[in-house]
Nanobody, 123 residues
Framework: QVQLVESGGGLVQSGDSLRLSCAAS????????MGWFRQVPGKEREFVAE????????YYAASVNGRFTISRDNAKNTVYLQMNSLKPEDTAVYYC????????????????WGQGTQVTVSS
């Protein structure tokens, strides 16, 4: 069982930056694909970004490509999401996810989820 704990959410203004962190309990962290999803009330959880086991391959949703950067530190069992040039439409609960396979296939591909952290961007 992998436990994921997100942190770093908050209330910011349009154009600001935030960095989310997700700490994993699992010693075999480096064997998991890691990713970030987000969800707003009434909508499905949507893919945001994915990073491969070694960090060598990254994928982003079109809506965040060029503004968000995913990274990982396998020595610290932690994955990050650097969010720049935030927009009001980025407002959502952000979830960290872990899986043995790629996460860009969607939320059904995730094996483990964090509890979520709220990001609110005001205009």
């Amino acid at each position: 069982q992998v436990q994921l704990v997100e942190s770093g959410g908050g209330l910011v203004q349009s154009g600001d930056s935030l960095r989310l962190s997700c700490a994993a309990s699992e010693r075999s962290f480096s064997t998991y694909y890691m990713g970030w999803f987000r969800q707003v009330p009434g909508k499905e959880r949507e893919f945001v970004a994915e990073i491969s086991r070694t960090g060598g391959t990254l994928y982003y949703a079109a809506s965040v490509n060029g503004r968000f950067t995913i990274s990982r530190d396998n020595a610290k069992n932690t994955v990050y999401l650097q969010m720049n040039s935030l927009k009001p439409e980025d407002t959502a609960v952000y979830y960290c996810a872990a899986a043995k396979g790629p996460l860009r296939v969607g939320a059904l591909g995730a094996d483990y989820w964090g509890q979520g952290t709220q990001v609110t961007v005001s205009s």
